[in-house]
């Protein structure tokens, strides 16, 4: 038996990311128990989602790696994928090189995920070319991860804003809300569905019944950096009842955005 070590990068606001990584791997060490995990987070001061709060979040996150650095660390994922994405397109990639600059300087060899690039990575693992998604951002960060979706190659045929701006509030919206949420967009062109693209934003328990209805693959930020996070560790990515990207089918392609 192997534990396995993650570092996370989370605003300070954050209760999602902390419940539904550990959700989604205690469930797998129920069918494959030779691998268990533990998790370190650190903090980066945001509780309002705007532009303002989320710059200033990602200034800290050199100073958050370097804390968990000290853990030592498996592997370290940032999870705030609209922090990133706000930024402009291919963001991610400059992220995640300053973390693993700061890991690297502390004497850890830990591999770094980006919640905003592992949503890219997860929908290519799933063949996707187009999706649609559910956001709790306001109408302007929503297309801002719009065009950063777009920027990737992957045409976003529709989106629906929750428009909820305190970061606390997101974190307490009810996950079984989505499965009416979805009804409002047009589904008709997708080939997969990002219930929610935001690690803030509860929706595992939504899944895979969303994904029954539809009939197309259902995926979260959440999903595609537990997605991202075990393949990093070399791992089977297999999860029960957390969609089809977690599955154990699924290859995963690595960073689409430093390939391309």
Known sequence: MTDHHIGMIVPSSNLTMETEL???????EQV?????????????RMQHVTPEQLQAMNAQATRAAIE????????????????????????HCTAEDDITGALRAEGSS?????????LLSGIAALGARRV??????????????????TDAGIEVVDSLSLEVPDNLAVARLDPA????????????????LVLSACVQMPSLPSIEAVQDEVGIPVLSAATATT????SSLG??????????????????????ARAA
């Open 132 to 149: 649609a998604i559910v956001t709790p951002y306001m109408k302007p960060l929503t297309q801002a991860v719009v065009d950063y979706i």
């Open 22 to 28: 550990p959700r989604m791997l205690t469930a797998r």
């Open 235 to 256: 791992l089977e990515t297999r999860v029960p009842h957390a969609g089809a990207l977690l599955s154990g089918t699924v290859a995963d392609p690595g960073d689409v």
């Open 68 to 91: 968990l650095a000290d853990a030592r660390p498996d592997v370290v994922a940032t999870a705030c994928l609209v922090a990133i994405m706000a930024q402009g397109p291919g963001f």
């Open 32 to 44: 494959l128990p030779d691998d268990r995990f533990v998790f370190h987070a650190a903090r980066a």
């Open 110 to 118: 830990a591999p770094v995920v980006s919640s905003a690039g592992a």
């Open 177 to 192: 809300d989505l499965r009416e949420h979805h009804r409002k967009l047009d589904l008709s062109g997708a080939d997969a």
């Open 227 to 230: 997605f991202r996070i075990l």
